[in-house]
């Protein structure tokens, strides 16, 4: 796992939430980027807060074993 802080990263990202979000609470979800390498995290209510990263193959392993739960 990867761990930078917003102030850390330089390159833009586009973040995106699931359509499976509750539209009328958009902020109690998390938002996922991707980049070269890596699949960034964070929570919606702290968009400039810190935020997680995944090496591609762990992230394509976790979300079909959190879709489940």
Known sequence: MIHKTAAEDDSPLRWFKSSYSDS?????C???AT???AVHVRDSKSAEGPR???APAAWTCFVPYASQR
């Not at 009328?24 to 109690?28: D, F, G, L, Q």
């Open 24 to 28: 009328s609470n958009s902020n109690e």
């Open 30 to 32: 998390v938002e996922v």
């Open 35 to 37: 980049a070269l390498g």
């Open 52 to 54: 997680l990263g995944f």
